[in-house]
């Protein structure tokens, strides 16, 4: 049974970086061929895709995020991470990390994070 745990500060300053960690067991992040994910949830809105490292290293940014994120990982603690530089309150979201699959061209999210919340005040 694959288990994703988040960690992070829930509260951060506009302009600061937000970092977040996954930790991941019960299988190895370089595994062919999933891709692991930061998804959030803003307040009264809908899930957003936010970036992806995939097994072989590779990274995949939302465009509209594109400037501000950077994903990497560390295969030694089986760990990736999200970083979200100059924040606004609008970053404010529950923040998941996920495991992805591609079926068909398709992505499916098999196994989350029970998300972490990250409120940017002032």
């Known amino acids: 049974q694959v288990q994703l745990q988040e960690s992070g500060p829930g509260l951060v300053k506009p302009a600061q970086t937000l970092s977040l960690a996954c930790t991941v067991s019960?299988?190895?992040?370089?595994?062919?061929?999933?891709?692991w994910v930061w998804i959030r949830q803003p307040p009264g809105k809908g899930l957003e895709w936010v970036g992806a490292?995939?097994?072989?290293?590779?990274?995949d940014y939302s465009p509209s995020l594109k400037s501000r994120t950077s994903i990497s990982r560390d295969t030694s603690k089986n760990q990736f991470t999200l970083q979200l530089s100059s924040v606004t309150p609008e970053d404010t979201a529950l923040y998941y990390c996920?495991?992805?699959?591609?079926?068909?061209?398709?992505?499916?999210?098999?196994?989350w994070g029970q998300g972490t919340q990250v409120t940017v005040y002032s």
């Open positions: 996920t495991r992805q699959e591609t079926w068909y061209g398709r992505p499916f999210y098999d196994y």
């Open positions: 019960g299988g190895s992040i370089t595994t062919n061929y999933y891709s």
């Open positions: 490292i995939a097994y072989d290293g590779s990274l």
